[in-house]
T-cell receptor, first 114, second 117 residues
Framework: AQSVTQLDSQVPVFEEAPVELRCNYSSSVSVYLFWYVQYPNQGLQLLLKYLSGSTLVKGINGFEAEFNKSQTSFHLRKPSVHISDTAEYFCAVRIRGSNYKLTFGKGTLLTVNP | GAGVSQTPSNKVTEKGKYVELRCDPISGHTALYWYRQSLGQGPEFLIYFQGTGAADDSGLPNDRFFAVRPEGSVSTLKIQRTERGDSAVYLC???????????????FGSGTRLTVV
């Protein structure tokens, strides 16, 4: 079975500061990796995904993430955050060869303060 | 439709009652998924449909939960004899389906917030 650990439940930052949201995973087989964002009272929106190839993945809204196989991590970064980035962020994995069943972490609430 | 539509957006029901939650996926998406998100948790897988059939229902917590997708499009999640512990946001998602379509992420609906009082 696979699992996802998001190391911080809450991350408060000031506007225009850089941010890193940490994600570690555990799996006995190869996985695909995803980051989703959830704004209040909305569904989950895909930010970015790692399937194969370059370990640095760029997504929407200026976010990027780096896959580190040796450390089984997939941390999400943004060099300068905006108030509008305030939301819950979820890391998720899916087994390669499987077309379903995302396993999510518990989420990190990013709060951007003025 | 343009996105995944879930109705109702909010549902309050009394303990012991029966509820139905509806999901209307993106037109043409053959794969449909239900997830449950409890307070302070990430979404947890419930069931996956490929077409009309449930390809994997291993996430359904017990036999009070059942889901159908009779025509391969709209799906209904049914919960019998609701309990307070069933209170959660129920999320539906769809994706282009079939086989090893690995590269696609899901498109999620906005969810149905179920409160059992």
């Amino acid at each position: 079975a696979q699992s996802v650990t998001q190391l911080d439940s809450q991350v408060p930052v000031f506007e225009e500061a850089p941010v890193e949201l940490r994600c570690n995973y555990s799996s006995s087989v190869s996985v695909y990796l995803f980051w989703y964002v959830q704004y209040p009272n909305q569904g989950l929106q895909l930010l970015l995904k790692y399937l194969s190839g370059s370990t640095l993945v760029k997504g929407i809204n200026g976010f990027e993430a780096e896959f580190n196989k040796s450390q089984t991590s997939f941390h999400l970064r943004k060099p300068s955050v905006h108030i509008s980035d305030t939301a819950e962020y979820f890391c998720a994995v899916r087994i390669r060869g499987s077309n379903y069943k995302l396993t999510f972490g518990k989420g990190t609430l990013l709060t951007v303060n003025p | 439709g343009a996105g995944v539509s879930q109705t109702p957006s909010n549902k309050v029901t009394e303990k012991g009652k029966y509820v139905e939650l509806r999901c209307d996926p993106i037109s043409g998406h053959t794969a449909l998924y239900w997830y449950r998100q409890s307070l302070g948790q990430g979404p947890e897988f419930l069931i996956y449909f490929q077409g009309t059939g449930a390809a994997d229902d291993s996430g359904l917590p017990n036999d009070r939960f059942f889901a159908v997708r009779p025509e391969g499009s709209v799906s209904t999640l049914k919960i019998q004899r609701t309990e307070r512990g069933d209170s959660a946001v129920y999320l539906c998602a769809s994706s282009p389906g079939g086989g090893q379509v690995q590269g696609y992420g899901y498109t999620f609906g906005s969810g149905t917030r179920l409160t059992v009082v």
